[in-house]
């Protein structure tokens, strides 16, 4: 199959036409100025989302709320530049997925995973704390699996979910 994006691309450095992906870089290194703020709204979000569940338990509603606001944190996290709290908002939603309701769900599970972001997330510009990130979604992905029982090695079984549980 051709690329056509790429002929695009070509096209334009071989005019005086502006180039739309060295636009859309610009315009994103822009924005990355606010990504940090959004970023907190995210947090606030899953807080809000851990409370409704010691509010009320592990309910269908609740687990959405916690599972939507975990999987908004999944996909910007890396994007816009906070990969170990998208790690961590992963394993949130694979126990979501995963756990159905024949496995509960710790509510100390849900704490840990909740702190953890929201731990990523405010320390995010001190170089010292990512090692301490990276280790810790790593732990947290361990803990996942066995909550889960699942194999380290069971890929297809620790793959996210890539929509809300219905």
Not at 20 to 40: H, I, K, N, R
Request: charged share 30%.
């Amino acid at each position: 199959m051709p690329n056509r994006l790429k002929k695009k691309a070509l096209r334009h450095a071989a005019t005086d036409e502006p180039d739309p992906l060295t636009d859309a870089e610009v315009a994103l290194e822009e924005l990355s100025e606010q990504f940090g703020s959004w970023m907190e709204d995210e947090c606030k979000a899953l807080e809000e989302a851990r409370l409704f569940v010691h509010r009320h338990g592990l309910t269908d509603a609740t687990r959405q709320a916690l599972f939507r606001a975990a999987h908004d944190i999944k996909g910007h996290g890396t994007t816009f530049g906070y990969p170990m709290a998208s790690d961590v908002a992963d394993s949130l939603c694979r126990m979501i997925e995963h756990a159905g309701t024949t496995t509960p769900i710790p509510l100390a599970y849900v704490d840990q995973c909740v702190a953890a972001v929201r731990a990523i997330i405010r320390e995010h510009d001190d170089d010292k704390a990512e090692a301490t990130a990276t280790e810790l979604a790593k732990q947290l992905r361990v803990l996942t699996d066995e909550l889960l029982g699942v194999d380290n090695g069971d890929e297809p079984a620790a793959a996210s979910p890539p929509l809300a549980p219905a």
